[in-house]
C-alpha cells in the first residue's frame, strides 16, 4: 500500500496521530507537498464525505476524520506554502442571527477544507451585515449560511440584499442551507445554491471555485 | 370517557368512546409563543401546565426529572461541555444524579394522585436518555467526539445514569402508574441518525436494557422523544425495547403513513407538520387529511411535531385546535 493510500485510509477511521506521522514520513520520502494533500488527506475526507451523504457513515465518525485531516493539514501548510500551493478558493460561514445551531454548519466548514477550499467560520449568531463585510474584506468567493429554525431562516434572504446593497452580489455566490430550508426557499430570497448535506455543499462550492 | 381513559385507549390500540386525545404534546411550549399570544390577547398571568385546558386543548401532566442538582455548574455557551473527561465528571458527581430534587418532585406526583386516580388527566414522566444526557456535560460537540475519544467515560456515566433512574423509579411507582414515559434523546436529524447503528448497540442499548424491563413491567409505556428522521432508527429502538416515538418531525421526511405500515404496533405521538400551522387554515386541513387514515389506525396521538413556532398567530392556534378536535372525532367514527 502507498504511505498516500495509507494517510487515506487511516484518515477516514479518524486516526489523527498516524496521520500526522505518516504526512510527515511521506514529506521526509519527498513526495510533493500537493500530492500528499490530493492523494492522501482529500481523498480520504471526500470517501468520507460520500459515505456520510449515504448514512454509511455518520456524525462522529465525520468529526474525527476531519480532525484527522486538520492535524494532517497543520504538517503540510509550511511546505504547501513554500511550493506556492493555494487553496482552492475562498468561503466565509456562519449561522445566521438569532440561530445557535452549529453541528451542521461545522460539518459543512470541514467537508469544504475537505476540499481543499479556504473557510472562515464567523460562528453562531452573525449578523447579515457580517457576512458582507467579511466577504467584502477577506475577498471570499461564497458566503454560506446556516440556519436551523423557521424563525431565523429569513436573515438569510437579508443577506442576499445586504450583498445587492454593497454592489458584490455579482461577485459572490450565497449557498444556504439547514433542517428547514429547501430549494424553493433558496429561489424565494434569491440565492445561488441550497444542499441537503454537507458533503453535497463542499462539492457545490468546489465547482463554483473551479468554475471562476 | 375520561380524559386518561381516551389516552389510555390510544396507547392500548384501543378506541376511544367519542375521539383521539387534543394535546399539545410538548408541555414546555417555545417561550416566543408565547410572548407573541399575549401581545395578541392571552392573559399574561397563565402558566405553563394551565396553557393547554385554557387554549381547550385536553391536560397532560408531564414531569421531567432533573439529573443536575441546580447549583450544577452551567456551561459556559448554549451546548457547551460541563466536564471534558473522567476527572471532569468525578469533580462534577456531587452535583449530579440529585435525590432529594427527585424527592420533591414525587411529593409534586402525590398532590396529584387523586385526580390522576379519578381521571382527570394522564400523567408522563421524561428522563434525561443515554444519548442527551451524557451530551448535556460533555458538550454538543465533544459528546460527538466522546464515542471514540472516551469510550469507557461512555459507559460509566449511563452505568450511573441507569442506577439513578432506576431508583428514581422505584419512587415514582411507590406513589403512581405513569401513563407512559419518555427518554428526552435528540439523537437524529433532517438525514437520519446521528450515530450509527454499531455505537447504538455499543452504548445506548445496554443502557436501555437497564431501566426499560423495570418500566415495562409496571405497564407505562416506554417512548422515545427524537427530533429529525427517526426512520431508520426505529428497528435499532424496538430492538431495545422502546414502544413508541415522537413527534415525528414532517419537515425532516418523517412519513407516518409508511412508518404505520413498517410498524402497526409501534406508539406514534406528534407527526402533525407544524410548517402548516406558518401557512394558513387550508395546509392545515390538508395536513389532518394526510394524518386521518393513520389516526384511524389506532396507537396515534396527533399533535405538533415539536412546538408551535411564534409565527402562528393565536387565532389561528384556536383554528387549529378546532380542527384537530373535529379530526379526532373522524378517528374514531
Ligand atoms: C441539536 C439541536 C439543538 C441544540 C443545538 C446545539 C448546537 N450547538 O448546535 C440545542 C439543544 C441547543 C437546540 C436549541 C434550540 N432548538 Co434545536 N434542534 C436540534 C436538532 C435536534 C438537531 C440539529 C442538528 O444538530 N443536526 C445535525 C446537523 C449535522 O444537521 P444540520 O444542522 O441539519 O446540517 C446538515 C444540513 O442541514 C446541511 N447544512 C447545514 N448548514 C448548512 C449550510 C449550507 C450553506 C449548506 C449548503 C448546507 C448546510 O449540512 C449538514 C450536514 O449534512 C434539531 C432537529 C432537526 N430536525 O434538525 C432541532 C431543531 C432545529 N431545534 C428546534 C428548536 C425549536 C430549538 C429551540 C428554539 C428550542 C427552544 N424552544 O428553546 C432552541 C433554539 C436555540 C437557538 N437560538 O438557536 C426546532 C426548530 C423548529 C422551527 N420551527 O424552526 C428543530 C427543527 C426541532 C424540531 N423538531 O422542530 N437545538
Known sequence: MSILTEISENLQKGKAKIVKELVMQAVEQGYAPEEILSKGLLDGMNIIGE????????????LVAARAMNVGSQVLKPYLEQAGVKAVGRVCIGTVQGDLHDIGKNLVKMMMEGKGLEVIDLGTDVAPETFIQTAIEQ????????????????????????????????????????????????RQIGADCYTPDAASAADAAAAFCAAN | MTNRERFQAVLNFEKPDDRLPAIEWASWWWDKTVVNWQSQGLPSDIGFRELAPYLGLDQHIQFWFQHRAADCPQPKFNGGPICEDEDGYEALLPYLYPDNEVDAAIEGMKALKEAHDRGDFPIWFSVDGGFWFPRTLLGIENHLYSFYDEPELYHRILDDLADFQLRTLEKVYSVLTPDFMTFGEDMSYNNGPMISEDSFNEFLLPYYQKVIPYIKEHGTKVIVDSDGDITKMIPWLKHAGIEGVLPLERQAGVDVAALREAHPDFLFI????????????????GEFERLLPVMKTGGFIPSVDHQTPPDVPLERYYKYIDMLKEYAEKAVK
Open chain 1, 51 to 62: 459515505k456520510f451523504k449515504a448514512n454509511e457513515v455518520y456524525v462522529p465518525e465525520v
Open chain 2, 270 to 285: 406528534g407527526a402533525f407538520d407544524k410548517m402548516t400551522m406558518r401557512r394558513g387554515v387550508e395546509d392545515m386541513r
Open chain 1, 139 to 186: 475577498n471570499c468567493q461564497i458566503i454560506c449560511c446556516s440556519a436551523l429554525l423557521t424563525t431565523t431562516m429569513g436573515v438569510m434572504g437579508e443577506v442576499v440584499k445586504k450583498a445587492e446593497e454593497a454592489g458584490i452580489r455579482d461577485k459572490v455566490k450565497i449557498m444556504i442551507g439547514g433542517a428547514p430550508v429547501d430549494e424553493a426557499f433558496c
